[in-house]
């Protein structure tokens, strides 16, 4: 009775599996039915006259084999064959010469080396499935935000282990400088990229991606994760500092403030899960020019001349501004460029009546707001710049009015004069 009771338990056992790992019933049937025909196939040399019955909710496993009768004495192959008076005998007396008989056959009885092999398959089979289910679900998860519980620490790498108790890979390379972990510290992180060799999935986690600084935003500003605002550009050097540039599809929404949070709210957080990675959020333009200036914030440009074909710029700044706009180690200057995706190249402005000039946001209370922005759209940030560039060019290209040109060079002209 011990025997019998062998493949009962493997069935429940596998049951248990899926439930644990989350396998549909179908291939958990699918799996069963394969590792008995290779066991079957192993005894009899063909699974292909076998028909294999499985009730995975019962436990329930029946075999039958389909043997075609022949007349007593001309059995060849008794794994294909049957005596006509095998069959009369088997429960078919009605059985004759050159019909089929069905005949069932208990598992059990072929011993425990048969039971063995089945279980040895089975776990085999089960192992793989379990495998290859774990590479399909961090496949998907590629660029994702996960978690993972820290289990053990070596000098290159760091192992988590989610949920699930699936193993993620931190390599050092992969980690914020300053990073420093103990063992059960949860630990968030984005998947970099899985891969599956020879039927091992090895996933490798990062928290220098650009795609974490992305996925944390979504986490903390709830207008990202709705779609009202978008993420338009990233350029991180982590563990220093980092710029993103946001845009609104609804014109009541400041993206800028709605990233940063009341008293900076929601960046606070960020900025310590990146170790004190100071971030700069900007409004995102498509005018190229506009870009550029923002991203060199907090410098001032006097003037920026851009190159769309080879994506280059030359900006011109102030002696004081210059230092602004490189940054500490030349931080600011490298993150503009990784995110507007220009080469900047930054000049001195060497006009001996350069501190003259004086930026169009001063004239805010004489000159339209809205007018200011459609000149400094088009290159033009202070006084000078605009009353250096021709007329028309000024109408046409920041689309304003003959009269309003006029107002706004005539209010420019007059601060100078006097």
């Not at 056992?13 to 039915?33: G, P, R």
């Not at 398959?121 to 379990?130: A, H, N, R, W, Y």
């Not at 503009?336 to 003259?356: C, F, K, P, Q």
């Given at each position: 009775?011990?025997?019998?009771?062998?493949?009962?338990?493997?069935?429940?056992?596998?049951?248990?599996?899926?439930?644990?790992?989350?396998?549909?019933?179908?291939?958990?049937?699918?799996?069963?039915?394969?590792?008995?025909?290779?066991?079957?196939?192993?005894?009899?040399?063909?699974?292909?006259?076998?028909?294999?019955?499985?009730?995975?909710?019962?436990?329930?496993?029946?075999?039958?084999?389909?043997?075609?009768?022949?007349?007593?004495?001309?059995?060849?192959?008794?794994?294909?064959?049957?005596?006509?008076?095998?069959?009369?005998e088997?429960?078919?007396?009605?059985?004759?010469?050159?019909?089929?008989?069905?005949?069932?056959?208990?598992?059990?009885?072929?011993g425990?080396?048969?039971?063995?092999?089945l279980?040895?398959?089975?776990?085999?089979?089960?192992?793989?499935?379990?495998?290859?289910?774990?590479?399909?679900?961090?496949?998907?998860?590629?660029?994702?935000?996960?978690?993972?519980?820290?289990?053990?620490?070596?000098?290159?790498?760091?192992?988590?282990?989610?949920?699930?108790?699936?193993?993620?890979?931190?390599?050092k390379?992969?980690?914020?400088?300053?990073?420093?972990?103990?063992?059960?510290?949860?630990?968030?992180?984005?998947?970099?990229?899985?891969?599956?060799?020879?039927?091992?999935?090895?996933?490798?986690?990062?928290?220098?991606?650009?795609?974490?600084?992305?996925?944390?935003?979504?986490?903390?500003?709830?207008?990202?994760?709705?779609?009202?605002?978008?993420?338009?550009?990233?350029?991180r050097?982590?563990?220093?500092?980092?710029?993103?540039?946001?845009?609104?599809?609804?014109?009541?929404?400041?993206?800028?403030?709605?990233?940063?949070?009341?008293?900076?709210?929601?960046?606070?957080?960020?900025?310590?899960?990146?170790?004190?990675?100071?971030?700069?959020?900007?409004?995102?333009?498509?005018?190229?020019?506009?870009?550029?200036?923002?991203?060199?914030?907090?410098?001032?440009?006097?003037?920026?001349?851009?190159?769309?074909e080879?994506?280059?710029?030359?900006?011109?700044?102030?002696?004081?501004?210059?230092?602004?706009?490189?940054?500490?180690?030349?931080?600011?200057?490298?993150?503009a460029?990784?995110?507007?995706?220009?080469?900047?190249?930054?000049?001195?402005?060497?006009?001996?009546?350069?501190?003259?000039?004086?930026?169009?946001?001063?004239?805010?209370?004489?000159?339209?707001?809205?007018?200011?922005?459609a000149?400094?759209?088009?290159?033009?940030?202070?006084?000078?710049?605009?009353?250096?560039?021709?007329?028309?060019?000024?109408?046409?290209?920041?689309?304003?009015?003959?009269?309003?040109?006029?107002?706004?060079?005539?209010?420019?002209?007059?601060?100078?004069?006097?």
């Amino acid at each position: 009775m011990a025997k019998k009771e062998e493949t009962p338990n493997m069935v429940e056992q596998f049951a248990e599996f899926k439930e644990l790992k989350n396998i549909d019933k179908a291939t958990m049937i699918s799996v069963l039915e394969e590792s008995f025909r290779n066991v079957l196939a192993k005894m009899f040399g063909t699974d292909e006259n076998l028909d294999v019955i499985l009730n995975p909710d019962k436990g329930d496993v029946q075999i039958f084999q389909n043997l075609r009768v022949v007349a007593d004495g001309e059995v060849t192959n008794p794994n294909l064959e049957i005596a006509l008076s095998d069959a009369r005998e088997d429960n078919d007396p009605e059985a004759e010469v050159g019909e089929e008989h069905t005949k069932e056959i208990i598992f059990e009885k072929f011993g425990r080396r048969a039971i063995l092999t089945l279980r040895q398959t089975l776990q085999s089979k089960i192992l793989d499935l379990q495998k290859e289910a774990i590479y399909a679900k961090f496949k998907e998860l590629e660029g994702e935000l996960v978690s993972g519980e820290v289990y053990q620490t070596w000098k290159n790498e760091t192992l988590l282990l989610d949920d699930d108790k699936n193993e993620l890979l931190l390599p050092k390379s992969e980690s914020i400088p300053g990073d420093f972990f103990r063992k059960g510290e949860t630990v968030r992180a984005v998947v970099a990229f899985v891969d599956n060799k020879n039927n091992n999935p090895k996933i490798t986690v990062s928290r220098t991606n650009e795609q974490f600084l992305r996925r944390l935003f979504e986490l903390e500003v709830p207008e990202i994760h709705d779609g009202l605002i978008n993420i338009r550009a990233v350029a991180r050097i982590p563990g220093e500092r980092a710029k993103i540039a946001v845009e609104s599809y609804d014109d009541r929404i400041d993206p800028v403030g709605a990233c940063v949070g009341v008293k900076g709210s929601r960046i606070h957080g960020i900025v310590h899960e990146l170790r004190n990675e100071n971030i700069d959020v900007i409004n995102y333009t498509a005018n190229p020019s506009l870009f550029i200036q923002r991203a060199l914030a907090p410098a001032k440009i006097t003037s920026i001349r851009i190159d769309e074909e080879e994506h280059k710029a030359e900006v011109i700044l102030r002696p004081e501004e210059v230092s602004l706009a490189i940054g500490k180690n030349g931080l600011n200057i490298k993150l503009a460029s990784m995110l507007t995706g220009y080469i900047i190249d930054v000049y001195r402005d060497t006009d001996d009546n350069v501190e003259e000039d004086i930026y169009l946001d001063e004239f805010k209370d004489e000159i339209d707001e809205w007018v200011i922005e459609a000149l400094k759209n088009i290159g033009c940030i202070t006084a000078k710049n605009v009353l250096n560039a021709p007329r028309e060019m000024l109408i046409e290209k920041a689309d304003l009015e003959e009269s309003t040109v006029d107002n706004v060079l005539a209010v420019l002209r007059a601060e100078f004069e006097d």
